[in-house]
């Protein structure tokens, strides 16, 4: 039954359609719009539900029948050369698809409380709408030229989202990284496109890779060029993936609304990477050399943002960095052609990051009105703690996430990760040995959120000394820095106004400084809110099952790897089935694993192991003998691996520098010339006026002196 | 009707109604800007119809011909016809003209004679787009001169005179160049002057003879698009100028440039283009990225988004270098897509303008809040101007991309690197035009703008009409491209037909 096929167009149009029609009614009817904002919200959840019904009608279709559908239009024709879009459905799109509406209504469902407060609830819903279409459309496309369009119609969702409170400086600034970032590889991405273009003279992926294959089996292909073609293709995934040398945007696009972080920056826009990389597989695979280096970059990547995230004291930019390293093992499980293991990864990442940013969502919600408004306080995990008592399902989602992030059996992220694990090993021992350590790392800075976060006591009542808290267990280093931040808090905390948003209660920012000891405690989010956190609980403890190995021990015989099938042949021969070998190699990451969260638990722990007297001995030594250790990684992960330093200077610095060098150049000696021949016009003039003055005698002179000097230029020329 | 002169009354229909407002009673300006307006519909109506009924579009030879017996003794006709090439350019004119004399709305200081210059540059841009005699063309460009260099400096800003005096002198130094190049053609070979494009491709020229036509023709459209090193009078007359005039300035004069160089040099002189083809994809790859860095260095909201121009107007010089089909086509395309979206955004620095009555990017700052409608449509325009797909600006650039790519004319390092370096324009697009929103619409200050939160400050129904107009071809252009790249299609086919042998 190809039936349903036909109306794919449903998907993306859906949403496209909710978000046009809200921004058109926004524009030119702001009032009315506003005041009917619930339907507007209820309106484009629902259009979204029945693309997400369509979608799990076409995964069932794919389940049953695995066809791959295509369907084509003409969009652009000359005589020479045919554009044409469409759709493609194979099962990696139809899982996609899922993944991509599932998150989409669920986080629209928690936004409509989340942002209740706000002024731009009804343009959040419109971007929101208008940013799950171009997924929809990125995911469905069957060529490159598509696939582009669409690119870069995410990332300009993604700058409107970071820049959604455009009060905000940071979030401006944050905002124009991301696009500019991201359209570094877009640059790539289209000298790729355009490269294969003229490798094979086609964007239609099917023939595009067929032609290929073949060019590289003939040797017709200067395979130069080839690496060189496929680098850049793969720096439009390294942008939009967060990958190493182009990750400096997705920590500051935690300025968005959480939601927006939850949806774009963890589950699927940032996924769009992978999704791209998987897409072209059967090219990439062709050019060993550049698989060599996607692994690279991916291991790379996984351990960076795991250093980074251990000292983060924002709890969002904390999963931003954990998103980065989960992004990582996935571009690395591609990388070392274990295709299946990486798409199992993004799917169960999703949902997992969906449910623990939306958690950290409903966190800093009911954190704010007593912390205040401003991202660095009410994101702050300094402030946070023990608020499992005060908000108890938030609490218990956020560890049920935590822990299949971390990788503990038999939650979701385990079976991939583990699958990433193992298959790193096989591939190469180093790639193994850093997803493991990074595994490790992955466990403490989640826990060290978690406990942080949720465990302990509520530090933002305690008095003064609850600021200093943190600077014993962060080392001595940052105590003057936590002192003058400290000192500042108390300064600014009438400018904290610059920061809010708008229509955010000033009275109740104002009087919780006003007085400061009134003791206030963090209030349980809504039902809205929670609803989602629960729905992608199940998610997270059962989706693990569909990449779990079979206990009978066949090979390659997951469920997930039968629906990918088609679309990739030589997965059964990587993915090793066996339910022993399995278990044993589980072992040796869960160990690892275990480590990780031990040690979080030590120096972060809601209460102690040991006696008290024990651990201060053993915090003391610690410090005493590993202090420049520690405070080299404190101050690594603080600073953000230095990265973004260097980059200000080298590139926007540089580049301000040359423009305005440039800048110079065109005003003083393009335009200088300009003038100056205009100057020298107008003097040439001024000075032959006075030769005319009117006087014979001088006339007469100028006669005599011209003649006399041609006779000379006669004589001498004759003589010579 | 269908020997009725259309294109003559296309032409001639705005400067004659124009002359009849002087006659107007002298009572307030709301008269003479709905006449304006009236006149400048109309006609857009009439070159809509006579092009919807009397043009076929699959046909590349000059269709609507028209001849007249001007000056005898100098052969001087006036000869009208339009092809594919000018369809697109004309239909622009009508529709930003029309835009242009709405937007003009608030002008109040001499309002006959501004609305006058108007009509008559109307009629001149059409006229030029329309000649098919290579003197009628030299004509109607110098007859733009007049009313734009008036509307410079009796409307224009502080320097208007310094901005005014450079633009004339520029311009009518680069058009000495047309008509001594047009002469030269039209005498050679013959007794006879032959003046008529038809006439004139068919003859061939001594190879040395067509070079040093096709560089003195190059030079007076090279300041007219601009192409770099002469484009320094462009970000001082669009600095200067009001907004109306500006959108005009950017939105059709330029292309006058890169509609001659298609016209004259690439369909008259073909040898000397495949010459010269290489150095204008070139120069044309260094414009974009020169262009592009000058534009993040200014402070001055006008001068950026007028380096910009000259950015966009790299790729139209790269689109007619690659000497494609499909390059060719997306130069068309860009320039008629600058066009729309280059006029939105010198019109809406101008609204902007008025009010914050400062141009200095550092002078502004968190307007977003009193001014959310003009916020979204700025974000809209730039956002199709760094060429964001969906917009016609995408689509032509990719276009130019692939030409230069399929191109068999090139060596392949010599587009390795054209390709690399006009890539590296699209990273640099982005980065001086969002800087730009960033600079006047995001952030939050205490400024002078505080004081008018209460008042309304947004953009009014005027100006939004104007910009929704913009936006609807942009995006339609960028939804269905083929709407309009048939329009020329197989004008292009038949223009680059010459090259094959």
């Not at chain 1, 990451?589 to 972060?604: C, D, E, P, Q, R």
Request: proline residues 4%.
């Amino acid at each position: 039954m190809e039936f349903i096929y036909q109306f794919v167009w449903i998907v993306p149009f859906f949403p496209f359609i909710a978000s046009i029609l809200i921004g058109v009614n926004l524009l030119f009817f702001p009032k009315s719009t506003k005041s009917l904002r619930e339907i507007w919200a209820i309106f484009s959840i629902l259009l979204l539900s029945i693309a997400m019904i369509f979608s799990f009608n076409i995964l069932w279709q794919q389940i049953n029948d695995n066809i791959i559908y295509r369907y084509l239009w003409s969009w652009i024709f000359d005589n020479k050369i045919d554009f044409k879009i469409g759709f493609l459905i194979d099962p990696l799109t139809s899982i996609m698809l899922v993944l991509i509406t599932t998150v989409g209504v669920l986080v629209m469902i928690y936004s409509d409380s989340y942002m209740s407060y706000d002024q731009g609830y009804v343009r959040f819903f419109a971007y929101l709408s208008l940013f799950t279409a171009s997924m929809l459309g990125l995911v469905l496309s069957p060529n490159l030229i598509q696939i582009y369009i669409f690119w870069e119609l995410v990332g300009m969702c993604s700058y409107l989202l970071i820049g959604f409170w455009f009060t905000r400086p940071s979030a401006a600034n944050a905002c124009q990284k991301a696009f500019v970032t991201n359209r570094i590889g877009d640059f790539g991405l289209l000298l790729g496109i355009l490269g294969f273009y003229w490798i094979t003279g086609s964007f239609e992926f099917e023939i595009l890779f067929k032609r290929f294959n073949d060019l590289v089996i003939n040797h017709e292909v200067n395979l130069y060029f080839a690496n060189f073609c496929a680098l850049l293709l793969f720096l439009g995934p390294i942008a939009k993936s967060a990958q190493f040398p182009l990750h400096i945007w997705l920590p500051d696009a935690m300025e968005g609304p959480t939601p927006i972080s939850a949806l774009i920056h963890a589950a699927t826009m940032v996924a769009a990477g992978i999704f791209l990389v998987a897409r072209w597989f059967p090219l990439f695979q062709l050019l060993p050399f550049v698989m060599t280096i996607i692994s690279w970059v991916g291991a790379i990547t996984a351990f960076l943002g795991a250093t980074i995230a251990l000292a983060q004291t924002d709890l969002k930019k904390g999963l931003a960095y954990s998103t980065m390293s989960q992004l990582g093992y996935m571009m690395l499980a591609l990388g070392i052609g274990s295709y299946q293991a990486g798409l199992f990864h993004l799917i169960t990442h999703a949902y997992s990051k969906a449910l623990l940013f939306l958690g950290s969502g409903s966190v800093i919600h009911s954190v704010e009105s007593i912390v205040g408004y401003s991202p660095n306080k009410c994101q702050n995990m300094a402030f946070m703690g023990g608020l499992r008592k005060y908000m108890p399902i938030t609490g218990i989602t956020f560890l049920l996430g935590t822990f299949s992030l971390c990788g503990i059996p038999p939650f979701a992220c385990f079976w991939s990760k583990d699958e990433i694990i193992t298959d790193s090993w096989l591939y190469s021992s180093t790639l193994g040995s850093i997803s493991l350590v990074t595994a490790g790392l992955t466990a403490f800075y989640m826990f060290r959120i978690y406990f942080l976060t949720f465990e302990g006591d509520l530090r933002v009542n305690l008095n003064k000394v609850a600021f200093t808290y943190p600077v014993s267990i962060w080392g001595e280093l940052n105590l003057n820095k936590k002192n003058s931040n400290k000192n500042k808090f108390v300064l600014n905390k009438y400018d904290i106004f610059f920061e809010t948003d708008q229509n955010e209660n000033q009275t109740d920012n104002l009087s919780f400084f006003s007085d400061i000891k009134k003791l206030k405690y963090p209030k349980e989010s809504d039902n809205k809110m929670l609803f989602p956190l629960l729905v992608l609980t199940l998610p997270t403890l059962f989706i693990g099952f569909l990449g779990a190995p079979f206990p009978e021990g066949q090979i390659g015989s997951d469920l997930l790897s039968q629906w990918l099938y088609p679309v990739f042949k030589s997965a059964e021969e990587i993915t090793s089935g066996n339910w022993l070998e399995f278990g044993l190699n589980a072992i040796n990451s869960l160990s690892v694993v275990f480590s990780g969260i031990f040690i979080a638990f030590i120096l972060y722990g809601p209460f102690s192991l040991f006696p008290q007297n024990l651990e201060k001995n053993i915090e003391f030594s610690l410090e005493k003998n590993l202090n420049s250790f520690f405070s080299f990684i404190y101050n690594w992960s603080y600073f953000r691996g230095y990265i973004d330093v260097y980059y200000n200077i080298v590139f926007v610095k540089g580049t301000r520098l040359l423009a305005q060098s440039l800048s110079f150049f065109d005003e003083w000696i393009i335009d200088g010339f300009v003038n100056g021949f205009g100057i020298l016009t107008f003097f040439e003039g001024e000075s032959i006026k006075y030769l005319e003055g009117g006087r014979i005698s001088f006339y007469l002179f100028g006669l005599i002196f011209g003649m006399i000097i041609l006779l000379f230029i006669g004589f001498f020329g004759a003589m010579f | 009707m269908s020997n009725f002169p259309w294109l003559t009354t296309i032409v001639l229909l705005p400067v004659f109604a124009g002359c009849v407002i002087p006659f107007f009673p002298n009572k307030g300006n709301n008269l003479i800007r709905w006449y304006t307006l009236g006149v400048c519909l109309l006609e857009f109506l009439l070159i809509t119809y006579v092009f919807c009924y009397y043009f076929k579009f699959d046909d590349p030879i000059i269709q609507l011909k028209e001849d007249y017996n001007w000056i005898d003794f100098l052969d001087f006709h006036w000869r009208l016809g339009i092809d594919g090439l000018s369809i697109g350019l004309i239909l622009l004119t009508g529709f930003i003209t029309t835009l242009a004399t709405l937007a003009a709305w608030p002008v109040t200081r001499n309002p006959r004679l501004f609305y006058f210059l108007m009509l008559a540059m109307y009629s001149g841009q059409v006229g030029l787009f329309a000649s098919q005699d290579i003197l009628l063309f030299f004509f109607m460009w110098e007859l733009e001169l007049i009313p734009v260099y008036l509307l410079l400096c009796i409307w224009g800003g502080k320097r208007r005179l310094y901005a005014t005096t450079k633009f004339i002198l520029y311009t009518a130094g680069g058009s000495i160049f047309i008509l001594m190049g047009a002469l030269t053609m039209g005498f050679y070979g013959s007794n006879q002057l032959t003046l008529d494009f038809q006439n004139l491709s068919n003859k061939s020229y001594p190879l040395e003879l067509e070079i040093i036509l096709y560089l003195g023709f190059f030079i007076a459209y090279a300041v007219k698009l601009p192409i770099f090193p002469l484009h320094t009078w462009l970000p001082d007359t669009h600095g200067e100028a009001h907004y109306s005039t500006c959108m005009l300035l950017a939105g059709i004069l330029l292309k006058m440039g890169g509609y001659g160089l298609i016209r004259i040099n690439m369909e008259l002189l073909p040898h000397a283009h495949s010459i010269f083809a290489p150095w204008i994809v070139a120069v044309g790859a260094i414009q974009i990225v020169y262009a592009a860095l000058i534009s993040f260095s200014q402070r001055n909201l006008k001068r950026r988004i007028a380096y910009s121009s000259i950015s966009h107007m790299g790729f139209v010089l790269i689109g007619i270098g690659s000497m494609t089909d499909v390059g060719l086509n997306g130069a068309i395309l860009q320039m008629v897509s600058h066009g729309l979206i280059g006029a939105a955004l010198f019109f809406l620095a101008g609204i902007t303008y008025d009010r914050t009555r400062t141009l200095f990017l550092d002078q502004m700052g968190g307007t977003a809040i009193y001014m959310p409608k003009i916020f979204t449509m700025f974000s809209s325009f730039s956002m199709a101007s760094l060429a964001l797909p969906g917009m016609s600006g995408f689509v032509a650039e990719f276009l130019v991309f692939l030409g230069i790519v399929v191109s068999n004319k090139y060596s392949f390092n010599f587009k390795i690197l054209v390709t690399i370096i006009e890539a590296i324009g699209i990273i640099l697009t982005p980065i001086y035009l969002l800087s730009m929103l960033r600079q006047m619409f995001y952030g939050y200050k205490f400024s002078k703008f505080t004081t008018f939160s209460n008042s309304n400050m947004d953009a009014g129904p005027r100006e939004i009409f104007i910009l929704v107009c913009l936006i609807f071809p942009i995006v339609g252009i960028g939804l269905y491209p083929n709407s309009v790249l048939s329009l020329w299609n197989s004008k292009v086919s038949f223009i680059l037909s010459k090259f094959i042998v």
